[in-house]
């Protein structure tokens, strides 16, 4: 059987096939709870780089320190 936990193969090779199904449960598991976070994280990360100048956020609602561009000329 593969190792697919983190554990070196001559530690792995010692631990009891009864212990291995369930590191591998637990470890199947937890990749599963990654996966499920992490559109919700990327949705967080990509509200964070909203602003006043790429949404149609007011210029209020910038975060302190933000410098805005010089306004377009006009055409």
Not at 16 to 44: C, G, K, S, T, Y
């Amino acid at each position: 059987m593969l190792n697919p936990a983190p554990i070196p193969d001559e530690v792995w090779d010692q631990v009891p096939p009864e212990a291995r199904v369930v590191i591998q449960q637990f470890i199947a598991m937890l990749e599963a709870q990654v996966r499920d976070h992490q559109a919700p994280i990327e949705d967080l990360e990509s509200r964070l780089k909203l602003n006043s100048t790429n949404s149609s956020k007011p210029p209020s609602s910038d975060p302190i320190g933000f410098k805005r561009g010089p306004p377009a000329p006009a055409g």
